[in-house]
């Protein structure tokens, strides 16, 4: 396996953290490859080859073809299957980049992979870019041709929503570790009000959103600490009950922290990586 990613052209950089390009040998075994793990963004990938998907939720197989698709947030992980040689090449976008983007509630979209075309509108133009993107092989082409259609899918508004932004930033600088009442006192909102805008425009709530970041922040302390104890990891993070935090742990990652952590996976790495990034403001707008 192999995995690469670039910040993207500063103009997209309010919405999105990154562009990243995996490929997949054929693999040699039936098992499935844990994809996507919760870290509440967002995905716009490019596949050009017949691969299988399912989340963690489910027990029903999804056939992808060739093309372009949309991953909702994932409240657990998405492992995907081929046959042969895979290419997959990703747009990640920040939890608050389509609130403005997307009229229908995006947590209609947790847990699924759904072609593109059936979220956005588009045109002749943006199809044959999608072809081309899936099939090129050299990389600086094909971030010049998402470039050109990110432009596209964006051109009706570069606006973002400032107020779910800075409440999201609130969450992420805490490491997820927070009460929810804070939010309430902090901006000014009532509980009903800041739940239903979350679950409408980042498509999770708000306690979801702190539990899967304060989950991420798990990862990053292991990663970093790899000899602590996974008990202090878990005081560290916030947690005083040894019981809480396998809870939350198992609901996130639908394992528990002991035998996630036995587990070998570059993928992991992967997630690390990127959460390490996020948590030290790597993704922030690039400014020209």
């Known amino acids: 396996m192999e995995y690469k990613e670039t910040l993207p052209d500063h103009l997209f950089s309010h919405h999105i953290e990154s562009y990243w390009h995996i490929f997949f040998e054929k693999q040699p075994t039936e098992d499935a490859l844990e994809m996507f793990l919760p870290t509440c963004t967002f995905n716009i990938i490019f596949i050009d080859s017949h691969s299988i998907v ?82 090129e092989s050299k990389t600086v082409i094909q971030e010049q041709l998402i470039n050109e259609f990110i432009n596209g899918l964006l051109s009706k508004t570069m606006s973002v929503d400032e107020s779910l932004r800075a409440q999201l930033n609130f969450i992420m600088f805490r490491h997820g570790s927070i009460q929810i009442s804070e939010l309430f006192k902090e901006f000014n909102v009532s509980k009903v009000t800041l739940h239903k805008h979350f679950v409408n425009k980042v498509g999770l709530s708000p306690k979801k959103v702190s539990q899967i970041w304060r989950m991420n922040r798990i990862l990053q302390l292991r990663e970093e600490f790899p000899n602590m104890s996974l008990t202090s990891i878990g005081l560290e993070a916030g947690f005083y009950d040894q019981a809480h935090f396998i809870k939350d742990f198992n609901a996130i990652f639908n394992i528990t922290p002991f035998k996630f952590f036995a587990q070998k996976s570059n993928l992991v790495e992967i997630a690390n990586l990127n959460i390490t990034k996020r948590f030290t403001n790597q993704y922030d707008p690039i400014i020209s």
């Open 54 to 135: 399912r989340s963690s939720l489910h027990t029903k197989w999804k056939r992808l073809n060739p093309g372009a698709y949309f991953i909702g947030q994932t409240n657990t992980s998405l492992s995907f299957k081929s046959k042969r040689a895979v290419n997959i090449t990703g747009v990640r976008f920040k939890p608050f980049a389509f609130a403005n983007l997307i009229k229908n509630p995006l947590i209609n979209f947790n847990d699924t992979i759904v072609n593109l075309e059936n979220i956005f509108s588009l045109d002749n133009i943006a199809h044959l870019l999608i072809q081309r993107i899936s099939i």
